[in-house]
């Protein structure tokens, strides 16, 4: 995909028929969650996700000059995803999954595809047909009808031109006898240093290009450091210096992208000031939720006179994939993730509230990294409330979690089924506590569904936030008058 730096000058465009409106690109079917937390992350808006064909699932997004771009989220696509070592590469794109033109009317451009280009009708849905030489992703035009759409102008966030690869340049000739038998004006054969190139304009007024594979991109330089120089076709380095000046400086932050990745240190706090509380509540929200929503449950367990502390996801989720995915998958989220929890903890000892004053409660994602927390740094503490949640990984590293409890009480509520924690994973984590001599006690409610229930609560009034109650017994001394 080319991209021409114009400046800051150009005018915006308007996507409409006649020009090719949505760039496509291909992602595993799994990276779906990944992706939006992504997009969410860096505060860039999108469409939900919607299903277009069979298998296929896509999200709508613009860059910021306004370029119509989407995700498509599908297993047919055997290409490994791009490896730039912090996107994880199952997740990563893969390559273009389809362009998207509107149309006045399909017929011409199909009859072109078809008659002229090898191609073939792959599916059809509502105002949408697909072509492609062959069915997979990288391959596939979609030609839509939008008879009363207005008509696109080029500028600023629209696509120039969509390129056709040919092999070599005896099929590009090939190309071009066609086009002249199909009564399509086209441009001579330019030589671009890297291939050459055939420029026309289809029935539906969208600029093809035919352009050979060969002689390719790394003639000049080697794949792995593609893109880091200037490099020049022949007839253009006596203007290199020029050039230099004038061309935008490139200059891309991927440092920026890395460091979001971790959650900004964001704890809410509610109840009795810490600095005089004898006991703190860390209370961790669930995907989607936040810190208000959480503390908004203290007022149903007996902690009146506890600190309360919750810490914030940054962009509302914890980290970007199911619980039971591969660790790695969820990193560098989950271990920023834990470390807010530790910096919660720190700041309760920091205002010299003991350890084993220093209580737990965590809802679904939240009683996960609750669970991992206690798990990764066991110690005697007042004790814990998960609902619905169970240590974390695809495979549970016993290895990881070591240390001793010393009896702390530790309450797991779950339901059975649930469609985000398998209850066989809450029976794992409550042996693995056990054996770290924590007291679990689990309750399991059948077909609950994912929520806490009143009795949860209750249970995690008596066996967590217990209030002890003193009697006095007054002694009253009588004297005879």
């Given at each position: 995909?080319t991209?021409?730096?114009?400046?800051?000058?150009?005018?915006?465009?308007?996507?409409?028929k006649?020009?090719?409106?949505?760039?496509?690109?291909?992602?595993?079917?799994?990276?779906?969650?990944?992706?939006?937390?992504?997009?969410?992350q860096?505060?860039?808006?999108?469409k939900?996700?919607?299903?277009?064909?069979?298998?296929?699932?896509?999200?709508?997004?613009?860059?910021?000059?306004?370029?119509?771009?989407?995700?498509?989220?599908?297993?047919?696509?055997?290409?490994?995803?791009?490896?730039?070592?912090?996107i994880?590469?199952?997740f990563?794109?893969k390559?273009?999954?389809?362009v998207?033109?509107?149309?006045?009317?399909?017929?011409?451009?199909?009859?072109?595809?078809?008659?002229?280009?090898d191609?073939?009708?792959?599916?059809?849905?509502?105002?949408?047909?697909?072509?492609?030489?062959?069915d997979?992703?990288g391959?596939?035009?979609?030609?839509?009808?939008?008879?009363?759409?207005?008509?696109?102008?080029?500028?600023?966030?629209?696509?120039?031109?969509?390129?056709?690869?040919?092999?070599?340049?005896?099929?590009?000739?090939e190309?071009?006898?066609?086009?002249?038998?199909?009564?399509?004006?086209?441009?001579?054969?330019?030589?671009?240093k890297?291939?050459?190139s055939?420029?026309?304009?289809?029935?539906?007024?969208?600029?093809?290009?035919?352009?050979?594979?060969?002689?390719?991109?790394?003639?000049?330089?080697?794949?792995?450091?593609?893109?880091?120089?200037?490099?020049?076709?022949?007839q253009?380095?006596?203007?290199?210096?020029?050039?230099?000046?004038?061309?935008?400086?490139?200059?891309?932050?991927?440092?920026k992208?890395?460091?979001?990745?971790?959650?900004?240190?964001?704890?809410?706090?509610?109840?009795?000031?810490?600095?005089e509380?004898?006991?703190?509540?860390?209370?961790?929200?669930?995907r989607?939720?936040?810190?208000?929503?959480?503390?908004?449950?203290?007022?149903y367990?007996?902690?009146?006179?506890?600190?309360?502390?919750?810490?914030?996801?940054t962009?509302?989720?914890w980290?970007?994939?199911?619980?039971?995915?591969?660790?790695?998958?969820n990193?560098?989220?989950?271990?920023?993730?834990?470390?807010?929890?530790?910096?919660?903890?720190?700041?309760?000892?920091?205002?010299?509230?003991?350890?084993e004053?220093?209580?737990?409660?965590?809802?679904?994602q939240?009683?996960?990294?609750?669970?991992?927390?206690?798990?990764?740094?066991?110690?005697?503490?007042?004790?814990?409330?998960?609902?619905?949640?169970?240590?974390?990984?695809?495979?549970?590293n016993?290895?990881?979690?070591?240390g001793?409890?010393?009896?702390?009480?530790?309450?797991?509520?779950?339901?059975?089924?649930?469609?985000?924690?398998?209850v066989?994973?809450?029976?794992?984590?409550?042996n693995?506590?056990?054996?770290?001599?924590?007291?679990?006690?689990?309750?399991?409610?059948?077909?609950?569904?994912?929520?806490i229930?009143?009795?949860?609560?209750?249970?995690?009034?008596?066996?967590?936030?217990?209030?002890?109650?003193?009697?006095?017994?007054?002694?009253?001394?009588?004297?005879t008058?």
């Amino acid at each position: 995909m080319t991209t021409f730096p114009y400046g800051k000058g150009l005018v915006n465009g308007r996507h409409g028929k006649g020009m090719l409106n949505t760039t496509a690109f291909s992602v595993s079917m799994d990276a779906l969650d990944y992706w939006m937390n992504r997009l969410n992350q860096f505060n860039i808006p999108f469409k939900q996700p919607q299903q277009r064909f069979s298998g296929e699932v896509f999200i709508y997004l613009e860059d910021f000059d306004g370029l119509g771009l989407e995700l498509v989220f599908n297993d047919k696509d055997s290409r490994k995803g791009y490896d730039n070592h912090f996107i994880p590469k199952d997740f990563a794109i893969k390559g273009i999954h389809h362009v998207e033109i509107w149309l006045d009317a399909y017929e011409r451009t199909a009859a072109l595809l078809t008659t002229q280009m090898d191609h073939q009708l792959i599916a059809e849905s509502s105002d949408r047909f697909r072509y492609a030489v062959e069915d997979a992703p990288g391959k596939y035009v979609d030609l839509v009808c939008t008879p009363n759409a207005l008509k696109g102008l080029a500028g600023r966030g629209t696509v120039h031109h969509v390129a056709f690869a040919t092999p070599d340049a005896q099929t590009q000739l090939e190309m071009i006898e066609k086009l002249n038998k199909f009564g399509l004006e086209h441009t001579e054969v330019k030589d671009r240093k890297y291939f050459t190139s055939v420029y026309f304009k289809e029935p539906g007024g969208v600029l093809f290009e035919i352009a050979t594979s060969g002689p390719g991109f790394d003639v000049d330089e080697e794949l792995a450091s593609l893109g880091e120089h200037l490099n020049l076709p022949q007839q253009f380095e006596e203007k290199r210096e020029h050039l230099v000046e004038v061309l935008p400086k490139f200059n891309y932050p991927t440092e920026k992208y890395r460091q979001i990745m971790a959650h900004i240190l964001d704890i809410k706090t509610a109840g009795k000031p810490l600095n005089e509380a004898e006991k703190a509540l860390i209370m961790i929200h669930g995907r989607g939720g936040s810190a208000q929503d959480i503390l908004s449950l203290s007022q149903y367990l007996n902690v009146k006179d506890y600190a309360l502390l919750a810490p914030q996801a940054t962009n509302g989720s914890w980290y970007p994939l199911s619980f039971i995915a591969p660790v790695e998958q969820n990193e560098p989220w989950l271990s920023s993730a834990v470390e807010t929890i530790g910096k919660a903890v720190e700041k309760a000892l920091a205002e010299g509230i003991k350890p084993e004053n220093i209580y737990f409660f965590g809802f679904s994602q939240g009683a996960c990294l609750t669970l991992e927390f206690l798990a990764r740094n066991a110690r005697k503490f007042g004790g814990a409330a998960a609902i619905i949640g169970g240590v974390i990984g695809e495979k549970i590293n016993r290895e990881n979690y070591k240390g001793d409890f010393a009896q702390t009480p530790v309450f797991l509520g779950t339901s059975n089924p649930d469609f985000h924690v398998p209850v066989e994973r809450v029976y794992a984590t409550a042996n693995i506590f056990r054996e770290m001599n924590a007291d679990v006690t689990e309750k399991v409610y059948q077909n609950f569904g994912h929520s806490i229930n009143e009795e949860e609560l209750e249970l995690a009034n008596s066996l967590i936030f217990v209030q002890i109650e003193f009697q006095y017994l007054f002694l009253f001394q009588f004297k005879t008058l």
